[in-house]
């Protein structure tokens, strides 16, 4: 299946003056898969070694002699290693000692061998008496698939067309089939494995299982890591399909269980944050660049990683979801949110808040940040009135030039403050947006 990320992979490989990559992201999402395809389609020679299932790989790491671990591989798996035309690939870097550190000597002394390592970023970055090779290493993020690589793995490549170039008129004869997608999306969400087995059997009991499978090998590595913190862990994560169905979305601390307080679970969040599970939205104070000064840590929204697995956890009937508007309304238009947050955060480089007033009258789902500030509703339900958004717009910030973006099931309009696009053309808006 096509992954937008190969772009940036090729562009890492033709760049004269590379370090070594390291591939982020959680579990499932497709590193492994994509990292296979590029190097054997990219490369006359490419060799594959997991660190968690190859004993070799721990002695390999010893000590930091990169000529050694050359000559080693090339005995190990019987290839000859060629700078410029071989790829190395780690996978699993984390689970072997030095693997990570031997990166700085691979930038120094390998400078023209094609290395990729891949693992999660907590792994990674904590691994105990290691020292993370900054400035000689380069990184990339990989998240679930969007719903333009889902679109392209339904085999739909005109409508992605379409959407990428926003062909607002044409959109409207495709609607019916976009929104149709659209809902099965809802479904599957971005898990490679949840997505092919839809696509080749349309079986959404094996697709729901795939998803719990997945929700139960985090549980397993929540566990692995965090003795002393699993228990907490747990609770944040089983706390958000909850904290998602409230009217108000502000993440609670005394949701996930009574009494609770923020310097209980505070180090809980943190951990599903940097293992890639959860997204945290800040709240912004004020739509002015750069967000990030206007940022107030102590609220924030969370999200999941993938709106599938929420539905999962949700224990969303998938026949239900499947038929009508259920899937958009769903827990209070909770899945159109995630949806949203989770084609924002596919793109890698879009700053994302969000607002709200202290009486919380007032609320901005999202507040992104491309060559503008653009506050964004997102809108499941079949009324589309947009009080809050005119509101903050037109009125509180009437100084600031804003131009409000309402995502909703309804045909694009531009109304001056405002544009109306369909949810399923987010990210062609987006990456117009980020291209000037």
């Known amino acids: 299946m096509y992954r937008r990320i190969k772009i940036d992979l090729k562009e890492w490989k033709s760049r004269t003056n590379r370090k070594p990559l390291i591939l982020l992201g959680a579990r499932q999402v497709g590193k492994t898969y994509i990292v296979k395809e590029f190097g054997n389609e990219e490369f006359d020679t490419f060799i594959y070694i997991n660190c968690h299932q190859s004993t070799e790989a721990i002695e390999l790491f010893r000590d930091m002699d990169t000529k050694r671990i050359r000559r080693e591989i090339e005995r190990l798996y019987d290839k000859k290693i060629v700078d410029g035309k071989t790829l190395l690939f780690f996978d699993e870097i984390q689970e072997v000692a030095n693997g990570v550190a031997s990166l700085k000597y691979f930038c120094e002394e390998e400078s023209q061998l094609h290395v990729i390592v891949a693992g999660s970023l907590l792994g990674i970055s904590l691994r105990e008496g290691e020292s993370y090779p900054v400035g000689k290493v380069e990184t990339l993020r990989m998240y679930p698939m969007d719903f333009m690589e889902f679109l392209l793995a339904r085999g739909r490549k005109g409508l992605v067309e379409m959407l990428e170039n926003l062909e607002w008129d044409t959109m409207k004869l495709a609607d019916k089939d976009l929104t149709e997608y659209l809902r099965e999306y809802y479904f599957t969400g971005g898990m490679p494995e949840a997505v092919k087995e839809y696509i080749s059997s349309g079986d959404v009991h094996k697709v729901r299982k795939i998803q719990q499978d997945i929700i139960d090998a985090y549980y397993r590595d929540i566990s692995k890591h965090t003795k002393a913190l699993a228990t907490r862990i747990h609770q944040v994560w089983e706390s958000i399909p909850a904290q998602l169905a409230k009217e108000n979305k502000k993440f609670i601390y005394g949701a996930i269980r009574t009494g609770a ?99 919380s009258q007032l609320e901005i789902n999202f507040i992104a940040q491309t060559n503008r500030v653009i506050p964004i509703e997102a809108k499941a339900e079949e009324n589309t009135k947009s009080k809050s958004l005119s509101t903050f717009v037109r009125i509180e910030n009437a100084d600031k030039n804003l131009k409000g973006l309402r995502l909703s099931m309804k045909p694009y309009i531009d109304q001056g403050w405002m544009e109306n696009i369909p949810l399923y053309a987010i990210i062609g808006y987006l990456k117009k947006s980020l291209n000037g």
């Open 261 to 359: 307080r923020a310097s209980q679970f505070e180090m809980a969040l943190q951990w599903l944050q940097d293992a890639g599970l959860i997204h945290k939205v800040e709240l912004a104070k004020k739509p002015v660049m750069p967000l990030k000064f206007y940022a107030d840590a102590s609220v924030f929204k969370v999200y999941l990683l993938d709106c599938g697995l929420l539905a999962c956890m949700s224990e969303a009937d998938p026949n239900k979801m499947l038929i009508g508007d259920n899937a958009f309304v769903e827990f209070k238009g909770a899945l159109t949110e995630n949806f949203v947050l989770q084609q924002i955060k596919s793109l890698d480089r879009i700053p994302v808040y969000y607002y709200s007033k202290e009486n």
